[in-house]
């Protein structure tokens, strides 16, 4: 496409620009810095369409604590009033707000939670494309009203799923959990068969039409040391892990395990899949982010909404002291929109589906047998 300007044809971009809702977290802790640090670079603004969902009051603090007196935004009321190739922010209050930096108290639950209510009430209709969500400590914002452990229950809620997949995302890793936010002694106890294999399907479905890996490779590792030393530890690699691996392959799903977890990341082997699944929280997330905390996401996977965050969380020892590293709040940023933008390549890809020829066919149940 090209414009006409006096006598000479310069072209126009076509390129869409996706809109990024951003919520604030806990105004106490890290997120606005983040947020900020994050989109002070102009060029962002060629890639996607920033709504930061809080208050101009909050930022112009923000702003002057950071020393960012070129970081430039427009005020809207609404999303109605979304520019594009500007950093937008939604005034989703107009309060003075005492913020007390490192502080984990009532207040920075309760705007976190404001922030988070108008971005998912924008996202569920559609006036923004994905959501990045910045931290919150869950003890504040859980006395203010907020009713679930985290923001991955939060969100499955909203989208009326019974839960969603949580996957910890790098460059060069995958790592997806089983259980969430549950204490360590009940995870045995919700650990089941049918869950596990679910969560497999899941996570080899989120790799496909999420990030474009054709046919995904899944490590599963065990719960007990050794994955059980075949029942010497105990007995939910045999009884439950094993059989939800093989479940999942008779379906087609290249899935491999249980694999002992302590020197998985150690070695070579987590080279070797293009996902891996761990049984709870610190088993997957230790090693994750001792390998990629910089630049790890949080991605909520298996909801119709796209929804990132930075793998970190509010920080509240550096908060206000300008050390807070925005890197992963600007992979989150991005990954969002890629994975939006995979999605919909996967939806048009699949809608006609070229039909499979009998060696195809042929070759696909071999593949079960792996």
């Given at each position: 496409?090209?414009r006409?300007?006096?006598?000479?044809?310069?072209?126009?971009?076509t390129k869409?620009l996706?809109k990024v809702?951003i919520t604030?977290?806990d105004l106490?802790?890290?997120?606005?810095?983040?947020?900020?640090?994050?989109l002070?670079d102009n060029?962002?603004?060629s890639?996607?369409t920033?709504?930061i969902y809080?208050?101009?009051?909050v930022?112009?603090?923000?702003?002057?604590l950071?020393?960012?007196?070129d970081?430039?935004?427009t005020?809207?009321k609404?999303?109605?009033?979304?520019?594009?190739?500007?950093i937008?922010?939604?005034?989703?209050?107009?309060?003075?707000?005492?913020i007390?930096?490192?502080?984990?108290?009532?207040?920075?639950?309760?705007y976190?939670?404001?922030?988070?209510?108008?971005?998912?009430?924008?996202?569920s209709e559609?006036?923004i494309?994905v959501?990045?969500?910045?931290p919150f400590?869950k003890?504040?914002i859980?006395?203010?009203?907020?009713?679930?452990?985290?923001?991955?229950?939060?969100?499955?809620?909203?989208a009326?799923?019974k839960?969603?997949l949580m996957?910890?995302?790098?460059?060069?890793?995958?790592v997806?959990?089983?259980?969430?936010?549950?204490?360590?002694?009940d995870?045995?106890?919700?650990?089941?068969?049918?869950?596990?294999?679910?969560?497999?399907e899941?996570?080899?479905?989120s790799?496909k039409?999420?990030?474009g890996?054709?046919?995904?490779?899944i490590?599963v590792f065990?719960?007990?040391?050794?994955?059980g030393?075949?029942?010497?530890?105990?007995?939910?690699?045999?009884e439950?892990?094993?059989?939800?691996?093989?479940?999942a392959?008779?379906k087609?799903?290249l899935?491999f395990?249980?694999?002992?977890?302590?020197?998985?990341?150690?070695?070579?082997?987590?080279?070797?899949?293009?996902g891996?699944?761990?049984?709870y929280?610190?088993?997957g997330?230790?090693?994750f982010?001792?390998?990629a905390f910089?630049?790890?996401?949080n991605?909520?996977?298996d909801?119709?909404?796209?929804?990132?965050?930075p793998?970190?969380?509010?920080?509240?020892?550096?908060?206000?002291?300008?050390l807070?590293?925005?890197?992963s709040?600007r992979?989150?940023?991005y990954?969002?929109?890629?994975i939006?933008?995979?999605?919909k390549?996967y939806?048009?890809m699949?809608?006609n589906?070229?039909p499979?020829?009998?060696?195809?066919r042929?070759k696909?149940?071999?593949?079960?047998?792996?």
């Amino acid at each position: 496409m090209e414009r006409e300007q006096g006598t000479t044809k310069e072209p126009v971009s076509t390129k869409e620009l996706y809109k990024v809702g951003i919520t604030l977290g806990d105004l106490n802790g890290i997120g606005p810095e983040v947020a900020i640090k994050a989109l002070k670079d102009n060029r962002i603004l060629s890639d996607f369409t920033p709504v930061i969902y809080g208050s101009t009051k909050v930022i112009s603090h923000y702003k002057k604590l950071l020393d960012l007196q070129d970081f430039q935004y427009t005020s809207c009321k609404n999303a109605t009033e979304i520019h594009s190739k500007k950093i937008n922010i939604i005034q989703v209050w107009n309060d003075e707000v005492e913020i007390k930096m490192g502080e984990a108290n009532v207040t920075g639950g309760t705007y976190a939670f404001k922030s988070l209510e108008a971005a998912t009430q924008d996202l569920s209709e559609g006036k923004i494309d994905v959501l990045v969500t910045s931290p919150f400590s869950k003890d504040a914002i859980q006395k203010a009203g907020f009713q679930f452990p985290g923001h991955t229950e939060y969100l499955a809620d909203m989208a009326g799923e019974k839960e969603a997949l949580m996957i910890l995302v790098s460059p060069t890793l995958k790592v997806a959990l089983v259980t969430t936010h549950i204490p360590i002694k009940d995870v045995s106890a919700a650990l089941t068969k049918e869950g596990i294999a679910v969560k497999i399907e899941k996570f080899e479905q989120s790799l496909k039409k999420d990030f474009g890996i054709v046919k995904p490779r899944i490590a599963v590792f065990g719960l007990n040391p050794h994955a059980g030393e075949n029942g010497k530890l105990g007995a939910e690699e045999q009884e439950i892990i094993s059989p939800a691996i093989q479940q999942a392959k008779s379906k087609g799903v290249l899935a491999f395990g249980p694999f002992p977890a302590d020197g998985f990341f150690g070695s070579d082997m987590k080279n070797q899949f293009d996902g891996i699944l761990a049984m709870y929280h610190d088993q997957g997330l230790t090693a994750f982010k001792a390998l990629a905390f910089d630049d790890g996401v949080n991605f909520t996977a298996d909801l119709p909404i796209v929804r990132t965050s930075p793998d970190h969380g509010t920080a509240f020892d550096i908060a206000g002291k300008n050390l807070a590293s925005e890197q992963s709040m600007r992979s989150a940023m991005y990954l969002a929109v890629e994975i939006f933008k995979n999605r919909k390549l996967y939806k048009q890809m699949t809608a006609n589906p070229l039909p499979m020829s009998k060696d195809e066919r042929g070759k696909k149940e071999s593949d079960r047998l792996i």
